[in-house]
């Protein structure tokens, strides 16, 4: 039987939190079985709180901004990707044409991440070049099932000369996620006690919608909850790799520190 993963919603940064429980609650309203209603209407009313709570906590932040227009670097590099993918399809040369072929098939995987929320684009965009460096040989990571070896089986990156707008996007994406992380810490000094209340409800509500929801799937089977669950497990598995990312970017920042401290 599918249920919806386990997540705490704690763990996140309260912008972080706003934006997932934005998406969670859009998915769970799919959900029409009345006795799942009850617990949606609650938690989309704690969102609803907690949203209001946020727009009263000080306006827009300083770097607001900033991440806004670092979110359109990485769609204007996002496309550029697209395109030499497209381009490089047509190549007159049949080996090189099929690495672009089998690029397409990844990219195709993903969606359009350009028109997603601000932490569901990173998300895809870091399982994307995640994938795309297994795809030329860079990374432990395994490729898709689909793609088979052929002929160019190295460097295939650089053969259809997108190996560049990979490695740029990889940066400036690490970059919204640094500015996004600062905005957050910032906002975080002037949270109110409403807003930290109204926080913990909504985390409350989640927690409750999906114990609810799962149940429901146990007793009656997944058929009619399929959909909301691997929405809602997609969602999470987007925020959970954020959050190993940053965990992992933080022991290294921490064992620099100390290996660059003087020995006793």
């Not at 996620?177 to 957050?184: H, I, Q, S």
């Amino acid at each position: 039987m599918s249920e919806i993963k386990y997540h705490d919603p704690s763990r996140l940064r309260q912008e972080e939190a706003f934006g997932f429980h934005k998406v969670a609650t859009a998915e769970m309203e799919k959900c029409t079985d009345a006795k799942f209603v009850p617990a949606y209407q609650t938690y989309k009313t704690s969102y609803d709180t907690f949203d209001e709570a946020l727009k009263q906590g000080g306006g827009e932040n300083v770097l607001s901004q900033s991440v806004k227009a670092q979110d359109a670097v990485c769609d204007k590099l996002y496309r550029g990707l697209n395109n030499q993918v497209s381009t490089m399809e047509g190549f007159f040369d049949p080996a090189i044409a099929e690495v672009a072929r089998q690029a397409r098939i990844i990219l195709k995987k993903y969606g359009n991440p350009t028109t997603l929320p601000y932490l569901e684009e990173a998300g895809v965009l870091h399982n994307l070049i995640q994938e795309l460096e297994a795809f030329d040989g860079v990374s432990d990571s395994e490729s898709p099932d689909e793609i088979s070896a052929d002929e160019i089986t190295t460097n295939r990156l650089s053969a259809i000369h997108i190996d560049g707008w990979v490695t740029r996007l990889k940066t400036e994406t690490a970059r919204f996620l640094e500015l996004f992380a600062e905005r957050n810490t910032q906002n975080a000094a002037v949270v109110t006690g409403a807003t930290k209340a109204a926080r913990l409800a909504t985390d409350s509500a989640y927690r409750a919608a999906v114990k609810r929801l799962n149940a429901l799937a146990e007793v009656n089977g997944d058929a009619d909850y399929i959909d909301v669950i691997n929405a809602m497990n997609t969602l999470i598995d987007r925020q959970q790799a954020i959050l190993k990312a940053r965990a992992t970017k933080s022991a290294n920042k921490r064992k620099e520190e100390a290996e660059g401290q003087p020995k006793a």
